[in-house]
């Protein structure tokens, strides 16, 4: 299992901005597909957005146009771009790594959206 720390949650007011961090240990970073999911209170987890090796991005409705998401390899990070952010993105944002049978969490970081 690859391990996961995520870092950069707050609290942000409602429009504005915040940039979370996931650094992923090992030496496989490359290959792994990595994903942001969260998870409000009383909710599912769900996808936010995920990113493949290749690059290829995929996004939740709600996060398209507001949410980029991206990886420096070299850094073993993935990273979620979080603009125009509503109160309704409050949760705890978890990062996800899958390669193959491989499926990794980390522990979680808080993003609270309020005035």
């Not at 996961?4 to 290959?31: K, M, N, Y």
């Not at 309704?88 to 969490?105: G, I, K, Q």
Request: aromatic letters at 8%; charged letters at 15%; hydrophobic letters at 35%.
């Amino acid at each position: 299992q690859v391990q996961l720390v995520e870092s950069g949650g707050g609290l942000v007011q409602p429009g504005g901005s915040l940039r979370l961090s996931c650094a992923a240990s090992g030496s496989s970073f490359r290959l792994y597909a990595m994903a942001w999911h969260r998870q409000a209170p009383g909710k599912e987890r769900e996808l936010v957005a995920s990113i493949g090796s290749g690059g290829t991005t995929n996004y939740a409705d709600s996060a398209k146009g507001r949410f980029t998401i991206s990886r420096d390899n070299a850094k073993n990070t993935v990273y979620l771009q979080m603009h125009s952010v509503k109160p309704e993105d409050t949760a705890v944002y978890y990062c996800n790594a899958r390669l193959f049978a491989m499926n990794s969490w980390g522990q979680g970081t808080q993003v609270t959206v309020s005035s």
